[in-house]
């Protein structure tokens, strides 16, 4: 049967073995595992002590003394070690991955506005600039507010011009944004003057010019005293500040919902006038129809046509973005490649 001083040896040589191990663990994790088979709950020193019932009180208080004393020595030692293995393992990163400020950085791509978005957003806040104010519509319409309202009628030839697909309901995906206008004009009272931007649907075969969806701005001012210089006045300072043109002029053109109609050309930036495939030789490149609101369009909406005048215009907004960045196939700029979007 062990005696007291067998038992006082045990307790010294698990101190000596703790130590050992205590100070050769490698990381945290083992330093904790060495710990708890020694000082832990159900550690070496804890089944020591469950086996001293054979011993008499005094001796028991003398073992219990002893595992305390050892216990406390094995605690330390595992602190001491602690303290170390997390200090090494703070000034790792710094010493085994040095920064080397040679080498080039990772390539950052900052993102940036679609062209379309970009040059929208410009004309928006340069037609705010000048007072307009922003309105929208539906992009699906009735035929009421895509053609009758704009004064053309069901069986009139002019339909012809914005043939296109229908819904199943009788509905129509909208031909232009001059829908808008009607809306507007149902909404507000004159004096106003708004724009529209929007996407616009025909049917169209898909080529480097025409696509079955485009992009319109729609304008819309009316007052008492407006007059089609001031249409030309606005128009001319829009393709100036957009597209930076430096000739313009106005032509005749037939659109049933004004009068006169009229288009306003930019001279060509692809030859600088001379004539080229884009401009068809003509030296010359529609940008925005226009005119004065016809009087039937204001009698439709219930404004008196002999109090107030308008003027309209809807740009095709795609094209305004082709001719800006010298773009000369539209399909580009739909096609999601980055390749291409990135230049602008
Ligand atoms: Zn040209």
Redesign the pocket.
């Known amino acids: 049967m062990e005696n007291i001083a067998d038992i006082i040896k045990k307790i010294e040589l698990i101190l000596d073995e703790a130590s050992r191990l205590l100070n050769g663990s490698k990381d945290l994790n083992e330093l904790d595992f060495q710990f708890k088979i020694f000082a832990g709950k159900k550690g070496k020193i804890t089944e020591i002590l469950h086996n001293i019932h054979s011993f008499a009180p005094e001796e028991k208080k003398i073992i219990g003394s002893k595992s305390n004393e050892i216990k406390n020595k094995i605690e330390e030692i595992y602190l001491s070690k602690k303290n170390k293995l997390i200090s090494i393992e703070r000034s790792r990163p710094l010493s085994e991955n040095k920064i080397d400020l040679t080498i080039p950085g990772a390539s950052f791509e900052s993102p940036h506005k679609h062209p379309i978005t970009a040059v929208l957003e410009e004309t928006v806040n340069f037609f705010m600039s000048m007072g307009f104010e922003v309105v929208e519509g539906p992009e699906i319409e009735t035929t009421y507010y895509n053609f009758d309202a704009l004064n053309i009628p069901a069986n009139h030839p002019a339909r012809d011009i914005w043939d296109t697909f229908y819904l199943l309901n009788g509905l129509v995906p909208r031909t232009h944004t001059s829908s808008v206008q009607v809306r507007t004009m149902e909404k507000k009272s004159p004096p106003f003057r708004v724009i529209a931007p929007g996407r616009c649907y025909r049917y169209e075969s898909v080529d480097a010019t025409h696509l079955f969806m485009f992009n319109q701005i729609e304008g819309l001012f009316v007052d008492k005293t407006v007059r089609l210089s001031d249409l030309k006045g606005i128009l001319e300072a829009t393709v100036k500040y957009i597209l930076g043109a430096k000739k313009t002029r106005f032509r005749p053109a037939f659109y049933p919902f004004v009068e006169p109609g009229l288009d306003l050309d930019i001279e060509?930036v692809?030859?600088?006038?001379?004539?080229?495939?884009?401009?068809k030789?003509?030296?010359w490149?529609e940008v925005i129809p226009c005119g004065m609101v016809h009087p039937q369009v204001f009698k439709y909406v219930g404004i008196d046509p002999e109090k107030y005048r308008g003027f309209a215009f809807g740009m095709g907004f795609d094209r305004v973005v082709m001719l800006k960045y010298n773009i000369n196939d539209l399909r580009l700029l739909y096609q999601g490649n980055i390749d291409i979007l990135s230049q602008f």
């Open positions: 060509c692809f030859c600088g006038g001379k004539g080229c495939n884009i401009c030789s003509t030296g490149i």
